[in-house]
């Protein structure tokens, strides 16, 4: 049985939900800001009370790492809700904040859990999720005179060059993102790469 596809937002998206005059807006974003955003979010909103927050990512091992935070709400009001619906929307690589201002009345175990769950449902349902593609590393050695239209292919194919080491002849790079993608610039410089080779042997 194939596992379920993934998907993640490359963009935030935000939505709001009102529940017994408590305000709950959601933040939809990338993982890779998702400690910029928690820490932005609390000084954009000094008068909320709670930023609960829940995340899922792979690390260097190609496992799921999950986190979540009820930030002050009654333990498994907030937190896990928000994570179980990243889960239930198969979501990777992905966070979500929800800021929560209270309204003066208590909404009490269950009303938390159905609120925190609507919210995190309704920033999903509005925002656009891209099929995620499991990402790799390749290192790779670049003459100078190639450097510029490898940065040119690798921004045109969304994928990061990372200059690793400065050579008296080229540099020691290091190229990351879809698997698929970087097949396709490696192709590209084949032929340099299979000339290099050549050389060496």
């Given at each position: 049985m194939n596992p379920p596809e993934l998907f993640f937002p490359k963009e935030e998206f935000r939505a709001s939900f009102e529940e017994k005059g408590s305000t709950f807006l959601s933040?939809?974003?990338s993982h890779a800001y998702f400690v910029e955003r928690l820490n932005a979010l609390r000084a954009e909103h000094p008068k909320a009370v709670h930023?609960?927050?829940a995340s899922r990512q792979f690390n260097e091992f190609g496992q799921i790492e999950e986190s979540f935070s009820d930030d002050g709400e009654p333990k498994g009001t907030s937190g896990m809700p928000t994570l179980k619906v990243l889960r239930g929307y198969h979501l990777i690589d992905t966070?979500?904040?929800?800021?929560?201002?209270f309204g003066g009345t208590l909404l009490g175990t269950g009303g938390l859990v159905?609120?925190?769950?609507?919210?995190a449902k309704n920033v999903i349902l509005g925002a656009?999720?891209?099929?995620?593609?499991?990402?790799?590393n390749k290192k790779l050695y670049l003459e100078y005179s190639h450097l510029q239209r490898a940065e040119?292919?690798?921004?045109?194919l969304e994928l990061e060059l990372v200059k690793e080491e400065f050579l008296p002849l080229g540099v020691n790079c290091q190229i990351k993102g879809e698997e698929q993608r970087i097949e396709g610039f490696l192709e590209a410089f084949k032929e340099l790469f299979e000339k290099r080779s050549s050389l060496e042997a």
């Open positions: 933040f939809l974003m930023f609960v927050s966070a979500l904040i929800t800021v929560r201002y159905r609120a925190y769950t609507q919210s656009t999720l891209h099929p995620y593609k499991p990402c790799i040119y292919l690798s921004s045109k």
